[in-house]
């Protein structure tokens, strides 16, 4: 198939509005539903998950996990996130050796490839300013604390670092994660990146409020990013305070571990830690700020690089494109190693159109390779999100992971009832860009950004750019069909079937999540009786009239004839 798309200048002021995008053709080819669906997977436990909330007593709250189906895996999501294995509870799976490993804090075993491989700035202060030819800015927390409290932690996440959870009972602890007290080993830095924001360029961000410790190595030699989040000002803040407050700290650390647990692939929460000073915001963004509660949470992540983190170099001319080729080049090494040890293979050669002239070789050009298992990754993440209704808010390129990682957790939200408009960022209601339908049509757009800038840098052709692209909208669809045909517990995806459902939820704004624990209530009987059809859906099909009775009692018959 001959992929005609056209990608967009690099770095345009603005840029068309989403449904004028020649890109999203791409998505729209497959014929997916208009408003994408998100349901809930039915997850079965596997690992076991220890989220811990302090009460003033230390009491635990253990929380039941779940497992993502099998039939869901993909395998350049699964080669690359393997090491985000929690503890197994067949102990025969887990290497008996490295599973009894367990640190102390000052046992950890740093290594600080980023700042020792890439270029920095050479100042160390945080005034907002342009940081430029450097990927990050060494800078201290600055968070004034006062008797911190360590409120919640996971020892999941702790396992993955090997550090012991004896550790969180130290009453140094809480000062060490809030960065009163300096934590042995860390190299503070803050990163330098940029974005597209709501579709235009907004230039330098960066990370304005979050800190990188480092990176830790474990047993296994994985290697994970501790991260501060609302540590305090760097020279990316801005305007900003570089704080954060409890609320919405409470809020990532406790969605960052529950999608995990939903298989969802994300960064993950060590712990939380609130500072005892209080945080002036205007939490409606009607002109009555309030002070609240400030906290310090310690992000976990195998890396936080972002779209934004390449696309800044090459917004700054021919001089930085070398950047550009560096930080693929690390990528790859540390991220994909995969990738870097590839091999020739005519496996790996794909045709774009109807000559000789238009494959592409994944063997030949490493980085065609890497952005095309970035763009799998990334559509393997949106249909997931479709998959359980989980509403981003704020796909902007800066928030993209080039592992395929949800991040950045700022106005998320879950559908409740089935709105495929909804959109949780109060900013984004005028034209809810980022609304939950247009989530998989936004992670194209963001691959097409992000392959816009490796062209820049001279480092993917047009061909493999497209090529990738074609990649995404394929991934997304074989994953969405595959979660929607699990979810109605289908052998093979039936598009009139899910169509129908599509338009019914939506019509009558059925809270989707409980519409599909009330179907599992439905017999696969051919028999019953058409008053009898709608029973087991009743607590969810409120204050309906007869013709939409009709309507629903008619996709169930189709349902039923379908599952036996």
Same mark, same amino acid.
């Given at each position: 198939?001959?992929?005609?798309?056209?990608?967009?200048?690099?770095?345009?002021?603005?840029?068309?509005?989403?449904?004028?995008?020649?890109?999203?053709?791409?998505?729209?080819?497959?014929? %997916?539903?208009?408003?994408?669906?998100?349901?809930?997977?039915?997850?079965?436990?596997?690992?076991?998950?220890?989220?811990?909330?302090?009460?003033?007593?230390?009491?635990?709250?253990?929380?039941?996990?779940?497992?993502?189906?099998?039939?869901?895996?993909?395998?350049?999501?699964?080669?690359?996130?393997?090491?985000?294995?929690?503890?197994?509870?067949?102990?025969?799976?887990?290497?008996?050796?490295?599973?009894?490993?367990?640190?102390?804090?000052?046992?950890?075993?740093?290594?600080?490839?980023?700042?020792?491989?890439?270029?920095?700035?050479?100042?160390?202060?945080?005034?907002?300013?342009?940081?430029?030819?450097?990927?990050?800015?060494?800078?201290?927390?600055?968070?004034?604390?006062?008797?911190?409290?360590?409120?919640?932690?996971?020892?999941?996440?702790?396992?993955?670092?090997?550090?012991?959870?004896?550790?969180?009972?130290?009453?140094?602890?809480?000062?060490?994660?809030?960065?009163?007290?300096?934590?042995?080993?860390?190299?503070?830095?803050?990163?330098?990146?940029?974005?597209?924001?709501?579709?235009?360029?907004?230039?330098?961000?960066?990370?304005?409020?979050?800190?990188?410790?480092?990176?830790?190595?474990?047993?296994?030699?994985?290697?994970?990013?501790?991260?501060?989040?609302?540590?305090?000002?760097?020279?990316?803040?801005?305007?900003?305070?570089?704080?954060?407050?409890?609320?919405?700290?409470?809020?990532?650390?406790?969605?960052?571990?529950?999608?995990?647990?939903?298989?969802?692939?994300?960064?993950?929460?060590?712990?939380?830690?609130?500072?005892?000073?209080?945080?002036?915001?205007?939490?409606?963004?009607?002109?009555?700020?309030?002070?609240?509660?400030?906290?310090?949470?310690?992000?976990?992540?195998?890396?936080?690089?972002?779209?934004?983190?390449?696309?800044?170099?090459?917004?700054?001319?021919?001089?930085?494109?070398?950047?550009?080729?560096?930080?693929?080049? %690390?990528?790859?090494?540390?991220?994909?190693?995969?990738?870097?040890?590839?091999?020739?293979?005519?496996?790996?050669?794909?045709?774009?159109?109807?000559?000789?002239?238009?494959?592409?070789?994944?063997?030949?050009?490493?980085?065609?390779?890497?952005?095309?298992?970035?763009?799998?990754?990334?559509?393997?993440?949106?249909?997931?999100?479709?998959?359980?209704?989980?509403?981003?808010?704020?796909?902007?390129?800066?928030?993209?992971?080039?592992?395929?990682?949800?991040?950045?957790?700022?106005?998320?939200?879950?559908?409740?009832?089935?709105?495929?408009?909804?959109?949780?960022?109060?900013?984004?209601?005028?034209?809810?860009?980022?609304?939950?339908?247009?989530?998989?049509?936004?992670?194209?757009?963001?691959?097409?950004?992000?392959?816009?800038?490796?062209?820049?840098?001279?480092?993917?052709?047009?061909?493999?750019?497209?090529?990738?692209?074609?990649?995404?909208?394929?991934?997304?669809?074989?994953?969405?069909?595959?979660?929607?045909?699990?979810?109605?517990?289908?052998?093979?995806?039936?598009?009139?079937?899910?169509?129908?459902?599509?338009?019914?939820?939506?019509?009558?704004?059925?809270?989707?999540?409980?519409?599909?624990?009330?179907?599992?209530?439905?017999?696969?009987?051919?028999?019953?009786?058409?008053?009898?059809?709608?029973?087991?859906?009743?607590?969810?099909?409120?204050?309906?009239?007869?013709?939409?009775?009709?309507?629903?009692?008619?996709?169930?018959?189709?349902?039923?004839?379908?599952?036996?």
């Amino acid at each position: 198939m001959k992929m005609k798309m056209k990608i967009f200048p690099l770095f345009p002021k603005s840029l068309p509005s989403l449904s004028s995008s020649p890109l999203i053709s791409l998505c729209l080819r497959h014929s %997916y539903p208009k408003f994408i669906f998100n349901p809930t997977l039915p997850l079965k436990p596997r690992f076991s998950f220890a989220c811990h909330v302090s009460t003033g007593s230390s009491l635990p709250m253990d929380s039941p996990s779940a497992d993502p189906p099998s039939s869901l895996s993909v395998d350049s999501v699964a080669d690359g996130l393997k090491s985000q294995s929690l503890r197994e509870k067949d102990d025969n799976i887990v290497n008996s050796k490295n599973k009894n490993v367990k640190f102390s804090l000052e046992d950890l075993n740093w290594d600080h490839s980023f700042v020792r491989e890439l270029p920095g700035d050479p100042r160390t202060d945080s005034i907002p300013r342009q940081v430029l030819h450097a990927c990050y800015t060494k800078v201290l927390p600055s968070a004034e604390v006062e008797n911190p409290k360590l409120v919640a932690w996971s020892d999941s996440v702790a396992d993955l670092l090997d550090l012991d959870p004896k550790e969180f009972e130290r009453p140094d602890f809480p000062l060490k994660f809030s960065a009163a007290s300096p934590l042995a080993g860390a190299v503070p830095y803050a990163q330098c990146y940029g974005g597209h924001q709501f579709g235009t360029w907004a230039g330098q961000l960066g990370d304005g409020r979050a800190i990188t410790l480092g990176e830790i190595l474990n047993s296994k030699l994985e290697r994970w990013e501790l991260q501060l989040k609302g540590a305090g000002k760097t020279p990316y803040s801005r305007f900003a305070d570089g704080l954060a407050v409890l609320r919405s700290s409470i809020r990532e650390f406790l969605c960052s571990e529950a999608m995990h647990f939903l298989g969802i692939p994300t960064t993950r929460a060590l712990c939380l830690v609130t500072t005892g000073k209080f945080v002036t915001r205007d939490m409606f963004y009607d002109g009555n700020p309030k002070e609240e509660p400030g906290a310090i949470v310690c992000r976990v992540a195998q890396s936080f690089l972002r779209f934004g983190s390449f696309q800044i170099h090459a917004s700054r001319g021919e001089e930085d494109l070398s950047i550009v080729r560096a930080l693929a080049d %690390y990528a790859i090494k540390y991220h994909f190693p995969h990738i870097q040890n590839i091999s020739k293979s005519e496996s790996l050669s794909f045709s774009t159109g109807d000559d000789d002239q238009s494959l592409v070789d994944l063997t030949s050009n490493k980085y065609a390779a890497w952005i095309v298992e970035i763009a799998e990754r990334t559509a393997s993440l949106v249909a997931r999100w479709q998959g359980v209704g989980f509403t981003h808010g704020v796909l902007n390129t800066d928030n993209m992971s080039i592992l395929g990682l949800t991040i950045d957790y700022g106005p998320f939200g879950f559908l409740d009832a089935f709105d495929p408009s909804y959109t949780p960022n109060t900013t984004d209601l005028p034209g809810r860009r980022y609304c939950f339908a247009n989530q998989p049509d936004i992670g194209l757009w963001n691959i097409a950004q992000f392959a816009s800038t490796l062209m820049a840098a001279h480092l993917i052709s047009d061909k493999e750019a497209n090529y990738a692209m074609e990649r995404y909208g394929t991934k997304f669809m074989d994953d969405y069909q595959a979660i929607m045909s699990q979810k109605l517990g289908l052998q093979k995806y039936n598009k009139q079937l899910v169509n129908k459902l599509l338009n019914n939820l939506s019509v009558d704004k059925v809270d989707y999540t409980n519409f599909f624990r009330s179907l599992s209530n439905i017999k696969a009987d051919p028999g019953i009786s058409e008053d009898d059809l709608l029973v087991p859906l009743k607590a969810v099909l409120l204050d309906i009239g007869k013709e939409r009775k009709e309507a629903w009692a008619s996709w169930v018959q189709s349902y039923i004839q379908e599952v036996q």
